[in-house]
């Protein structure tokens, strides 16, 4: 069993950055893969980056490539990612994920931070 508890969601002008937090506990947190999802009102779930189970490689989804970037550290059971010129369009809850079986699916799932940016 994985708990996953984000943060650092929050208000922001378009433009602006922000940071956000993933922290687990549970199982080996070194041992598994993690990615950050994000949801807008009205629309589907979609990926925006992940990250090895080492720290080693990472993955983007082709809208925030270049604006955000997704870190760990293992040593605090802690996923980051940090959201550069943000955009209206970034508007969602995100949410954190680990992937457990390192299989590409992701199996468990944090309850979601609120980013809304103004225009």
């Known amino acids: 069993q994985v708990q996953l508890v984000e943060s650092g969601g929050g208000l922001v002008q378009a433009g602006g950055s922000l940071r956000l937090s993933c922290t687990a506990s549970?199982?080996?947190?070194?041992?598994?893969?993690m990615g950050w999802f994000r949801q807008a009102p009205g629309k589907e779930r979609e990926f925006v980056a992940g990250?090895?189970?080492?720290?080693?490689?990472?993955y983007y989804a082709g809208s925030v490539s270049g604006r955000f970037s997704i870190s760990r550290d293992n040593a605090k059971n802690t996923v980051y990612l940090q959201m550069n010129s943000l955009k209206p369009d970034d508007t969602a809850v995100y949410y954190c994920?680990?992937?457990?079986?390192?299989?590409?699916?992701?199996?468990?799932w944090g309850q979601g931070t609120q980013v809304t940016v103004s225009s």
């Open positions: 994920a680990a992937d457990t079986t390192v299989d590409g699916e992701y199996d468990y």
């Open positions: 549970g199982r080996t947190f070194g041992s598994y893969a």
């Open positions: 990250i090895s189970f080492r720290g080693t490689r990472a």
